[in-house]
T-cell receptor
Framework: ETGVTQSPTHLIKTRGQQVTLRCSSQ?????VSWYQQALGQGPQFIFQ???????GRGNFPPRFSGLQFPNYSSELNVNALELDDSALYLC?????????????FGEGSRLTVL | KNQVEQSPQSLIILEGKNCTLQ??????????LRWYKQDTGRGPVSLTI?????NTKSNGRYTATLDADTKQSSLHITASQLSDSASYIC????????????FGTGTRLKVLA
């Protein structure tokens, strides 16, 4: 049990729709990062937020956007969904915004785009 | 290009045996290297984190090594158990300044009774 919760656990959308995924961080953690994991692949880093500011981004288009709230919970928004967006989306929380800190992962939100 | 490559892709061993998983990376600037265990359909769980100056780190039956000169790491699992069946993912952090995590595709380990 990492103390990181994600919702929803599963959802189905159609191409062109928009989706919002949510993540509640472990208590005391001010850093959250999001990842996309396609079936049989390793996670791909989407972006990281530290104290409500994005401080790192992977190679994802602008239709992947995020928010971190004052209570350090977070959202991942994906616009104009494509079939290839079908994946497990993981969030991880940590402390301090540093890369050397421990990351605690949630169980993920599985998105299916039809 | 920042990359993390793991080998083998998959591995089957008998319970009680030892095994070693490999990770090679071309990430710069290097910040740290982590090994995670991921059960199917679950989130990854951290096993070890090593910075540039650390050569080895243990966590129970798991021992990770790092050679920053050759940019190679290994994860050794001793006296394997059925519960070790999972994917093992190597993650290299690029930074400071870039704040990126580069994940390998993982090694799928199956331990048989």
């Amino acid at each position: 049990e990492t103390g990181v919760t994600q919702s929803p656990t599963h959802l189905i959308k159609t191409r062109g729709q928009q989706v919002t995924l949510r993540c509640s961080s472990q208590s005391g953690h001010n850093t959250v990062s999001w990842y996309q994991q396609a079936l049989g692949q390793g996670p791909q880093f989407i972006f990281q937020y530290y104290r409500e500011e994005e401080n790192g981004r992977g190679n994802f288009p602008p239709r992947f956007s995020g928010l971190q709230f004052p209570n350090y919970s977070s959202e991942l928004n994906v616009n104009a969904l494509e079939l290839d967006d079908s994946a497990l989306y993981l969030c991880a929380s940590g402390a301090g915004g540093r890369l050397t800190g421990e990351l605690f992962f949630g169980e993920g939100s599985r998105l299916t785009v039809l | 290009k920042n990359q993390v490559e793991q080998s083998p892709q998959s591995l089957i061993i008998l319970e009680g045996k030892n095994c070693t998983l490999q990770c090679n990376y071309t990430v710069s600037p290097f910040s740290n290297l982590r090994w995670y265990k991921q059960d199917t359909g679950r989130g990854p769980v951290s096993l070890t984190i090593m910075t540039f100056s650390e050569n080895t780190k243990s966590n129970g039956r798991y021992t990770a090594t790092l050679d920053a000169d050759t940019k190679q790491s290994s994860l050794h699992i001793t006296a394997s158990q059925l519960s070790d069946s999972a994917s093992y993912i190597c993650v290299v952090s690029a930074g400071p300044g870039t704040y990126k995590y580069i994940f390998g595709t993982g090694t799928r380990l199956k331990v048989l009774a």
